[in-house]
């Protein structure tokens, strides 16, 4: 079977909604066994059988107390946990700026660090979520380009220092993905034009929609695969055109 993982065991931060939840229950679904690291805990996937640890990632020592169950071995990180905000520099206040560093970055080198030993003596993959602001720059985006142009970095550097270790680290870049958060966003800040606001965001993209969570979590699958042994160090844009096809 192509891009199989039985045996692997997977940690997904950020797995209980969104993109997190496609790539715990595709990565699952090939063999995996996976467990999350969230804030909050998913029924539906407790009752699908998967395990839930609730720790803040940006906090160190309760990140590793949390993870003190895990087996001793990891086969694969995935990084996906992160937090948006929508602001020029003048809009982005000093604690909303602090509070995405420490999501998005902090947060990655929490987990990395955290869980490197666990993966150094066997090698195996780890995989960032980074964003098409990785590479372009999004009209009000300040604090989100900022932290997502350094996973990119930070992506690269895992990458050339652990190459010997037997450990690939990739990073993807989503445009614009419908989950709950856009639907929550174009409720809260839209009322009553949340249909036309969202067709407008969709056309953002060159493809004329928005990605889907699964469409991600497939991309994420393959990086994670034997399929994929030999990438590293590299970036992959998920993003209907966006980077290249917009002008930018």
Known sequence: MKFDLSGKKAVITGGSSGIG?????????????????????????????????????????ALNEAIAPLPSSIDILVNNAGIGFVGNIEQTEVEDFDRLYQVNVKGIFNCIKALLPRMKNHGGVIVNMASIVSHVAVKNRLAYTTTKGAVLAMTY???KDYIDNGIRCNSVSPARVHTPFVDDYLEKNYPGKEKEMFENLSKTQPLG???????????????????????????????????KLNGN
């Open 21 to 61: 939840k496609a790539i715990v229950e595709t990565l699952s679904q090939q063999g995996a066994e996976v467990f999350i690291l969230d804030l909050n805990e998913n029924p539906s996937l407790t009752e699908a059988g998967m395990t839930t640890l609730t720790t803040d990632i940006t906090q160190w020592e």
């Open 157 to 159: 550097a895992i990458a």
């Open 209 to 243: 929609r928005m990605g889907k969570p699964q469409e991600v979590a497939d991309l994420v699958l393959y990086l994670c695969s034997d399929e994929a042994s030999f990438i590293t160090g590299t970036d992959f844009p998920i993003d209907g055109g966006f980077i």
